[in-house]
């Protein structure tokens, strides 16, 4: 049921479930799903369950654990692009702001007239960091600086 139907705001809401039976309903949906990732329900901050599912890595069987770091590629655009709009309601950078004063460090080779709707539409004019007509092998990406040293946005660029 609902929180919405139940008239119960969001923090409310787990107060009413039965918690203890939080573990074997989880349980029993993931094995019906086939659900593969990681659960984490938290209360006031606090995390009152957690449990990983499946296999992060199919082909060599690796398993999720609570700490797997899941690569969700473009779905994370959705999520950029909220965060960005909040900013710009807030009136902390507009649409119209250069990259070059969003940024502590240089794009030499960018115009420098690129702007926050550009990187939003994607029509900057910054190519993709892959190129399939050049590169067939994404691991080549990852020889100078290996995947998982990147730790943060600006690691990543």
Known sequence: MEASRQGLKRSEFINE???????????????????????SIHQNQAEIYGRSYGQANRSEQIYNTMDTRFSIASGCKLFTAVAISQLVEKGLISFDSLLSECLEFSF????????????????SGIPDYFDEDVMDDFEELWIDVPMYRIRSPKDFL
């Open 17 to 39: 479930l039965d918690v203890a039976e939080l573990p074997r309903k989880i349980a029993d949906y993931a094995e019906s799903n086939h659900f593969s990732g990681v659960v």
């Open 108 to 123: 030499p080779l960018f115009d420098p007239g690129v702007t926050v709707r550009h990187l939003l539409t994607h029509c």
